[in-house]
T-cell receptor, first 116, second 112 residues
Framework: GAVVSQHPSRVICKSGTSVKIECRSL??????MFWYRQFPKQSLMLMATSNEGSKATYEQGVEKDKFLINHASLTLSTLTVTSAHPEDSSFYICSADPGTGSYEQYFGPGTRLTVT | GENVEQHPSTLSVQEGDSAVIKCTYS??????FPWYKQELGKRPQLIIDIRSNVGEKKDQRIAVTLNKTAKHFSLHITETQPEDSAVYFCAASTLAGTALIFGKGTTLSVSS
């Protein structure tokens, strides 16, 4: 149980275009999902916290108009990178909280974004 | 906000030796401390975690210790094996359902 998927696993896009990444909890409902960004050989940096049915909370320095997050259902959160630039190339990982009071979060497999 | 420091950034050991990775945190309200193993291009994998009401937890070759007074926690891997080679991250959070704040990671290399 507690499986989280991400789609796509890899995406290459041209500079200036937008890319949508989906994060799904497959066998549980996630009231809260988190989006992280990981540059090569670096740690996971929290970008935003996504709560179903409400606006996401962004971390300082993360542009909310550039990284659009939608958590429309209890099993799906999407991250859209708008007007992507090469510096947005990174590994994007989501995690989901099952809302059971357990501290453990479940991570998606990540999405490798390359902006050319 | 919470800040998690992790040391060392790289660690090389011989197969069979022990490895210790240490983390400190700044927010005294933090009470959940997981450790993750991440292989290149893959998701972090939870290997052990500890809550603040416990001082030590062990799972076979892996153990975690927590000192709440000093605000530090450590990962101990005994009898290391080449397949233990990976990047290890510590993290901290305050409440269930809140985000994890990660340390910068330790690249562990186990040579045979």
């Amino acid at each position: 149980g507690a499986v989280v998927s991400q789609h796509p696993s890899r995406v290459i896009c041209k500079s200036g275009t937008s890319v949508k990444i989906e994060c799904r909890s497959l066998d549980f409902q996630a009231t809260t999902m988190f989006w992280y960004r990981q540059f090569p050989k670096q740690s996971l940096m929290l970008m935003a916290t996504s709560n179903e049915g409400s606006k996401a909370t962004y971390e300082q320095g993360v542009e909310k108009d550039k990284f659009l997050i939608n958590h429309a259902s209890l099993t799906l959160s999407t991250l859209t990178v708008t007007s992507a630039h090469p510096e947005d190339s990174s590994f994007y990982i989501c995690s989901a909280d099952p809302g059971t009071g357990s501290y453990e979060q479940y991570f998606g497999p990540g999405t490798r974004l390359t902006v050319t | 906000g919470e800040n998690v420091e992790q040391h060392p950034s790289t660690l090389s050991v011989q197969e069979g030796d022990s490895a210790v990775i240490k983390c400190t945190y700044s927010d005294s309200a933090s009470n959940y401390f997981p450790w993750y193993k991440q292989e290149l291009g893959k998701r972090p994998q939870l290997i052990i975690d500890i809550r603040s009401n416990v001082g030590e937890k062990k799972d076979q070759r892996i153990a975690v210790t927590l000192n709440k007074t000093a605000k530090h926690f450590s990962l101990h891997i005994t009898e290391t094996q080449p397949e233990d080679s990976a990047v290890y991250f510590c993290a901290a959070s305050t409440l269930a359902g809140t985000a994890l704040i990660f340390g910068k990671g330790t690249t562990l290399s186990v040579s045979s």
